[in-house]
Structure formats: structure tokens, C-alpha cells
T-cell receptor, first 115, second 114 residues
Framework: AQKITQTQPGMFVQEKEAVTLDCTYDTSDQSYGLFWYKQPSSGEMIFLIYQGSYDEQNATEGRYSLNFQKARKSANLVISASQLGDSAMYFCAMRERGANSKLTFGKGITLSVRP | KAGVTQTPRYLIKTRGQQVTLSCSPISGHRSVSWYQQTPGQGLQFLFEYFSETQRNKGNFPGRFSGRQFSNSRSEMNVSTLELGDSALYLC?????????????FGPGTRLTVL
């Protein structure tokens, strides 16, 4: 069964600095997708970035990049030049291949950006 | 393009009642998934509908049910509400063509059961 682990306690980062949010996963499938979502206090989940298991390059989307290490089964999110608006919960998620697969989320990490 | 909408945004019910939540996906999206989010259990998958058919189901009791209409709008119903059903219910839509299509979430319905 697929599993996502996010074990960092609340994270703090100074505005304009970079921060890495950790995510490890477990799956027996060779084909899967990894996602990161942001959830501000308003509750809405915002899609940030996607990485496919066969993608050779690490995904990047603006200030977000995904440090994908397949052998270690880790998919860490890197946020560069943190902004106050980045303060939120961040969820790592995975979905295996197949129409009957489901998106499984980790417990999330709270990020606070300090001015 | 309008995003995913969910109604109502907030709901207060009492134990034993039933509730119906609604989700309108992004135009053109055929897949709708439902999640329950609680502080203790985190985000848990309820079910996914694609072209009016339930494609996948999580580990929830039969009191939780859903359906999808021909216009891709979806409803979720919870019967005989329990205190533990208090949660944020999130709906997400995707094109559904691939397992790897990103899901776009609505603002959620916050259900409180008294």
C-alpha cells in the first residue's frame, strides 16, 4: 500500500530565504506521480508542483522546485525566496498508476515565514 | 475559467440527521474526488467519480455515499450523522484522463455535527 511520510515539526523560515520541506514515500509500483499542495488558513488546497516517477529532471514551477531522489524515495519541496504569503500547511501526495488508484496525502507540514 | 465550487461553505447539523454537499468541477473536468479532513486523521479519500461512475472508494462506512451527474457536478451524502463526521469536506476535480492529472480543489464545506 502506498504511504506518504512527512515528519518535520512546524517549520520556520526567514522571509527571502529558501526552505526545504521533506517528504518520503513508499510504494511497490514503478509508475507513480508525486504532488505538493499548499493549504492556507482559508482551507483551500492549492496545487503547487508535480513530479512523475519517470521524469528525469526535477520539476520546477516558479519559486517551487522538487528535489526528487527516486532511490531514496524522497520528494522534497524547495521554496526559494520565501514570502509572508507562503505561511501555510504543505501536503505531499502520491498517486500510483491506474484508473483505480487514489491520491494519498501525508500529514502535512506547517510553514511559518518570519518577516 | 471558474474554479471548483462547493456549497454550502458551512453547515451545522445535529446527530442523526443527514446532509448533502455539492461540488461543481472546473468546466471540462470529468473526474470529481471527495476528501474528508480532520485534525486527527488528516486528509482521507472518500471516493472518486468519473463520467457518472464511481471509480474508486476509500474506507468509509456506507453512511457516506455520492453520485455524479451528467454535467459532472457531484453530490456527497452522509446519513445518520455522528459527532466524528465533523470535518472539512473537500472536493477536487481533474480531467481524469490520467492518474497523474493534478487535482484542483474547491474551498471546502466545513461540517459541524452537534
Amino acid at each position: 500500500a502506498q504511504k506518504i511520510t512527512q515528519t518535520q515539526p512546524g517549520m520556520f523560515v526567514q522571509e527571502k530565504e529558501a526552505v526545504t520541506l521533506d517528504c518520503t514515500y513508499d510504494t511497490s509500483d514503478q509508475s507513480y506521480g508525486l504532488f505538493w499542495y499548499k493549504q492556507p488558513s482559508s482551507g483551500e488546497m492549492i496545487f503547487l508542483i508535480y513530479q512523475g516517477s519517470y521524469d528525469e529532471q526535477n520539476a520546477t514551477e516558479g519559486r517551487y522546485s522538487l528535489n526528487f531522489q527516486k532511490a531514496r524515495k524522497s520528494a522534497n519541496l524547495v521554496i526559494s525566496a520565501s514570502q509572508l504569503g507562503d505561511s501555510a500547511m504543505y501536503f505531499c501526495a502520491m498517486r500510483e498508476r491506474g484508473a483505480n488508484s487514489k491520491l494519498t496525502f501525508g500529514k502535512g507540514i506547517t510553514l511559518s515565514v518570519r518577516p | 475559467k471558474a474554479g471548483v465550487t462547493q456549497t454550502p461553505r458551512y453547515l451545522i447539523k445535529t446527530r442523526g440527521q443527514q446532509v448533502t454537499l455539492s461540488c461543481s468541477p472546473i468546466s471540462g473536468h470529468r473526474s470529481v474526488s471527495w476528501y474528508q479532513q480532520t485534525p486527527g486523521q488528516g486528509l482521507q479519500f472518500l471516493f472518486e467519480y468519473f463520467s457518472e461512475t464511481q471509480r474508486n472508494k476509500g474506507n468509509f462506512p456506507g453512511r457516506f455515499s455520492g453520485r455524479q451527474f451528467s454535467n459532472s457536478r457531484s453530490e456527497m451524502n452522509v446519513s445518520t450523522l455522528e459527532l466524528g463526521d465533523s470535518a472539512l469536506y473537500l472536493c477536487a476535480s481533474s480531467s481524469g484522463q490520467s492518474s497523474y492529472n493534478e487535482q484542483f480543489f474547491g474551498p471546502g464545506t466545513r461540517l459541524t455535527v452537534l
